[in-house]
């Protein structure tokens, strides 16, 4: 009997210490009024610390949602006719490898710098996928005008 | 010890990891938070009174989920702490708050987001109206150690941002 409690008072806390490692969520929200139309231009900034070059699964990402105009670059590469300037945010946590721990995004207008859309992606270690699915996460309620998130 | 005992003890662990999970935070900002340290590059003189405007959504509460809790953002209290915050402001660079003055500056509150990789950081995201302009501004604060502290860091981001700008402090000083 004194063998299980003691295993219980170890195993409840690893439970409860475990689950939290475990955490996932998606938050999402497009400002009233305002639209990710297919008809305008794109442009995915780049940041100079992301050697992973995730700007190109953004804009993969982006092209199989229906954008068709998406381009990527750093600032001084942004075409003229820029309507949107997309803008993300990884954040890398290491648990035994490497692992995108947040994914933000967000879409803003380039003419007022306006913020039109953002979504955000949080996996950590246990619950952790790759660029391409925490990518496409943060996008997905974007693109899913149905079940609108605030 | 019993399997009843057991199970009892599970569900309890359980229990509180759920009740945790859900909890909510609701913290308000303060309007005297003062404005993050910048650099105002208006020349010291006379300057024609200002009205600072916010025309923030007043019934918007946005959730957005932090650690093990839930945020929720009222969006007019950050517009009306970042409107107090920038009349304390502008007051200090000798100007003076007026509401019938004819120069003004629109003050709206669009976004407040938590960003949490293991510690909060809060995102707001702002219009700011100037001579029938309208500009976005994002501020860019620093991780905090507490969601409370965090809101509060983004409020002096906020206001340090608005008075650093350059379009903003063109049309105080009608050099625009």
Not at chain 2, 104 to 117: G, K, L, N, S
């Amino acid at each position: 009997m004194k063998r299980n409690f003691f295993t219980l008072f170890f195993l409840v806390p690893a439970l409860t210490v475990t689950m939290g490692c475990s955490i996932k969520y998606t938050s999402s929200r497009i400002m009233p009024n305002a639209a990710i139309s297919p008809e305008k231009n794109y442009f995915v900034l780049c940041h100079e610390d992301d050697a992973r070059h995730i700007d190109l699964t953004l804009v993969e990402e982006m092209n199989a949602m229906g954008l068709a105009n998406v381009t990527s670059g750093f600032e001084q590469d942004m075409p003229d006719d820029t309507d949107v300037i997309v803008l993300f945010e990884d954040r890398w946590m290491w648990d035994i490898t490497n692992y995108l721990l947040m994914f933000k995004v967000q879409f803003r207008d380039a003419s007022n710098n306006i913020l039109i859309a953002r979504g955000q992606s949080v996996r950590t270690s246990l619950a952790r996928k790759s660029v391409q699915i925490m990518v496409q996460e943060a996008l997905l309620g974007l693109f899913n005008t149905e079940a609108e998130e605030v | 010890m019993s399997r009843r005992m057991i199970a009892a003890l599970l569900m309890l662990a359980t229990a509180l990891l759920l009740a945790g999970c859900s909890k909510q935070v609701a913290h308000q900002p303060p309007t005297d938070i003062p404005a993050a340290p910048y650099h105002f590059d208006g020349k010291s003189g006379v300057f024609e009174p200002i009205r600072i405007e916010d025309v923030t959504d007043k019934d918007l509460i946005i959730t957005s989920p932090c650690t093990d809790k839930i945020y929720k953002a009222k969006l007019s209290a950050f517009g009306e702490a970042i409107t107090s915050t920038l009349e304390h402001e502008f007051v200090k660079n000798g100007f003076q708050i007026s509401p019938q003055a004819e120069k003004v500056i629109q003050i709206e509150v669009i976004d407040v987001a938590m960003a949490w990789p293991k510690m909060p950081r809060c995102d707001i995201d702002m219009v700011i109206g100037i001579n029938g302009q309208r500009l976005g501004l994002a501020t860019n604060a620093k991780w905090s150690t507490s969601i409370e502290k965090a809101v509060d860091a983004a409020i002096a981001d906020a206001a340090s941002r608005i008075l650093s700008n350059q379009e903003v402090i063109n049309y105080l000083l009608n050099t625009q």
